[in-house]
């Protein structure tokens, strides 16, 4: 295949998959998260049962990782408003705490659903990994380069933050929210030592806790 046929290719992949998720945004509230969702928003998308087992073979996973990659990069865009180097480290964190709980805000209802198919003991490897690729994201973002062991402490601890910071927002709303989210880093703010001994969470567990909470949350 030469290199502009399988861009053309790549490029219609990268657009159904982004109509397929758009119309699972409307439907997951009343659908859930699930293989009918996926059925229901694929053929919403004008897409064909063996598309869909094309692009997403493994049905609400994909789509579940999807989600979060979208309010990833949305959270990102949001950031450029930023100038890292300007920041101090803990503004740093905030700001970009902030803004991906602002992506994740825009879609609230389906963050339930997503949170509650996510909750599922079967899935909680997927979604440990699509938290941790944010908070990844976000420390590369802030400037990080630590390459020893800091490196694994730092997006634990980041990804704890993340998760529960969202979590209290859909349960509870932005100022409980801010209000937590800057507990939680005065709580760390050996953010600048972390060689001194920072308790890195157990985060399969909070990860849980907050799937839970949003899960229940207030409509």
């Keep these: 295949m030469s290199d502009t046929a399988t861009k053309a290719t790549q490029d219609w992949a990268d657009e159904a998959e ?3 998720l758009g119309e699972a945004m409307r439907l997951s509230p009343r659908l859930g998260w ?3 969702l996926v059925r229901a928003a694929a053929a919403a998308a004008n897409l064909s049962p063996g598309e869909t087992d094309l692009l997403l073979p493994q049905g609400p996973r994909d789509l579940a990782a ?4 979208r309010h990833a990069a949305k959270a990102m865009e949001s950031l450029g408003k930023f100038d890292p180097a300007a920041l101090k480290i ?3 964190i905030r700001e970009g705490v902030i803004a991906r709980i602002d992506a994740a805000a825009h879609d609230s209802e389906a963050v339930r ?7 599922f003991p079967t899935n909680l490897p997927l979604a440990l990994t699509l938290l941790w690729e944010s908070a990844d994201q976000l420390w590369r973002w802030a400037g990080d380069t630590a390459t020893d062991e800091n490196h694994y402490s ?3 601890i980041l990804s704890g933050i993340l998760v529960s910071t969202l979590a209290v927002d859909l349960a509870s709303g932005r100022d409980s929210a801010l209000k937590h989210l800057d507990a939680r880093i005065d709580g760390v703010m050996a ?9 890195v969470p157990n985060l399969a567990m909070e990860f849980v806790a907050a799937l839970a909470k949003m ?3 207030r409509s």
Excluded: C, D, M, P
């Design 66 to 69: 999807l989600l979060a990659r």
């Design 113 to 119: 659903r997503w949170a509650a198919f996510l909750a």
């Design 18 to 20: 982004q109509r397929v």
């Design 34 to 36: 699930n293989a009918s």
């Design 191 to 199: 953010f600048e030592k972390w060689k001194a001994g920072v308790k």
């Design 154 to 156: 730092k997006r634990a």
């Design 215 to 217: 899960r229940y949350a």
């Design 90 to 92: 803990r503004q740093k």
